[in-house]
């Protein structure tokens, strides 16, 4: 079972993380709807923490959750992609791509591949920093023989 499409299902957890503690155990499902359900934002707030863990999802539509907040929705995308620090966002999940509220627009396609996105996410955010001339502040404990290495690897 890769497709599960729960949309209009009126599901509310009530605190239970049974769909978190699912996404978290890494099924082979890759495409899970619960689109216009009741979730809130301690849901998404679970599902963001799975997600860290999952590696099989694809797309998770959360939308018309009218009770997600932006709260809760901030947790889902960070979980998606964190620009907060390169070690946020190379810990981000790489394989997940959340509807259309997405901080990364890169819908996963038939030569999607986590490392490819990680490598699009890291170096989109330094060339965000670099057009606000602020990559420069979290380079300043590394020795500059570091740093042709350091760049060089985030191609890899």
Known sequence: LKHIDLSVGRISTGGSTFISDFLESNPILEYLSLWENNLVDEDANSIAKALRYNTNLKYLDLDENGLI?????DMLLKAE?????????????HTCHIDDKSNFNDAPGDSYHPAAVRQKKIYFLLSYRNIMSSNVQYFDDLPVEFLPDMLSSIQQ
């Open 69 to 73: 907040t932006d709260t809760g929705w």
């Open 81 to 93: 992609f964190d620009p907060t620090s390169l070690n946020s966002a190379a810990d981000s999940n």
